[in-house]
């Protein structure tokens, strides 16, 4: 309703006055013209009643006071990095056609602004001695020391009025805006901690910000100390529902993350925001936390199976050095220091989505699906302190500690499991105390590119293989891969030499009994998917099957004593009865 400074429409509601005041207009003969509009209004988000408007005294910061308009330009397009790129952009735009800063609100609560307003003459002021004092008195009595105190208890001593020189003042009602409240943080949290330092290292906070916090802290920061308060700013967008709709209550799409942590586990949620592209908007639903789900298992399970076959491993006794370790092992540490390489990139960049897909084809297909997969027979065959095994084992250890720590950002529970029943020398107490991967240099040191570049070739040749024994065990040829022998034939001498030379790799990698290189091209050979010029003849495997590696072998049946058994099994049970 009007006050009682409106006159004659004093407690009138603002609309229905709206009626006496255009028939005063038009009886004092000031209206050119008067027409009802149906037209956009705005309301209140929170009460959804149409705004009132009125006219009042402000505090005002002036944007191009001393060229700050101009000078927060220039830093944002050359001293800050953001991310994504296109938010800069954005915030160029705003701040290049923003008005001057109102800095006053009319409010029951809040930060109060130290002013005063004179008692004679109306003149309302402040000055740096008015707000070290008020500042002093918060610092002594909390922040309602200006609500509380009485106003000859705030205002400096001697103080007149500037105007009419009266010494008698009212304490100003007006409140700061909240976002110079944040807007001042840097002064407020970094300056005043010594374990931190100006300028931060990143700003977070949704895409709204840039016009927002990102720019209040930007102002602020500007105009006390000419520097960007923020080393970089990443914005990200908000969650919607699977459909890519906004989440409301009434519309009854919200998931609480209550309910994700009630049914999947807190790492769960983590990792569904961590696997989320966030430059957009972020899609949650039932089904993408379901997928999200499976991920996570696959990359537990792959934890849980290097674990299980660690049991047995002494570091400190059965570690085998890099120089004496299998090629395939010496391999793995190579992709192992690439992985790390790659992901650590990503960190770097705040791209936790791909630090995500990384980890997940890492652990799935490169590790679960081949490494371990071809070497189950090493592992499980082999004599358990056999140079071989041990070498696989030094190698499952290496990878079990560093996607622990790569991980640990991500699915801080599950790592932190993982890494209390890890036996490690000299091992943190806590996974997320322990050195980043990269700082690993023995790590650093196994990277080798001829080494890469080899078994890029090797399992391009797998890939290809796997594909023809895929369709003779369709046929029925052959049921398990090992019930097959391969031979190859190219036409390529150096392809040719290079399946010779790596003669001995290919039936482990492959999963078969025999592989064999011939001179000529036979009947019934067909062509290797993916390898040019190159041949292969898939048959059923020499030999009988051995009952406990099931390779089958023409060295079956050798032994008296074990006629069940191939001559590798035979040496390696033998060796084992001997040593009790």
Known sequence: KFNTETGEFAGQNVFAANKSIIEKLRSQNMLIKTEDIKHSYPHCWRCKEPIIFRATKQWFMKIDHNKLREKMVEVIKKDVEWIPLVAKDRISAMVETRPDWCLSRQRYWGVPIPAFQCAECGETFTNSAIIRKTADLTRESGANAW??????????????????????????????????????SHKAVLETREELGFPADLYLEGSDQHRG????????AMGIKGKAPYRKVLTHGFVVDGEGKKMSKSVGNVISPTQIMKKYGADILR????????????????EILERL??????????????????YDF?????TVKTDDLTEIDKWMLSRL???????????????????????????????????LDVLKDVLYVDAPDSGERRSVQTVISRILNTLVRLMAPIISFTTEEVWSVMALIDKEKSVHMAFWPSLVKDLTACRNSELDAKWERILGVRNGVMKLLELKRANNLIGSSLEAS??????DKDTQTFMKDNLELFAGIFKVSQVFVVEKDKEGME??????NTKALVKRALGEKCQRCWNFSETVGKNKDYSDLCQRCFNVVVERSNNG
């Open 527 to 532: 062509s290797v998917p993916g390898v040019i």
């Open 271 to 286: 990792l569904w925001v961590a696997s989320s592209d966030y430059v957009g908007d972020i899609k949650l639903s039932s």
């Open 486 to 491: 391969i031979e190859f034939y190219s036409e």
């Open 314 to 318: 002494d570091i400190s006794k059965n």
């Open 337 to 371: 220091s690439g992985v790390v390489e790659e992901i650590t990139g990503y960190y770097d960049r705040y791209e936790f989505y791909k630090v995500y897909r990384a980890v997940y084809n890492f652990c799935v297909y490169e590790v679960s699906a081949f490494y």
């Open 147 to 184: 609500f509380e105190k009485r106003v000859q208890e705030i205002y400096p001593e001697n103080m007149i009025c500037a105007k009419c020189g009266s010494g008698k003042f009212l304490k100003g009602n007006d409140i700061l805006d909240v976002w110079f409240d944040s807007g001042v």
């Open 213 to 220: 916090w990102f720019q209040s802290a930007l102002i602020t």
């Open 293 to 310: 789900a499976d991920g996570y298992r696959k990359i537990r399970n792959t934890f849980r199976f290097l674990l299980s076959n660690l």
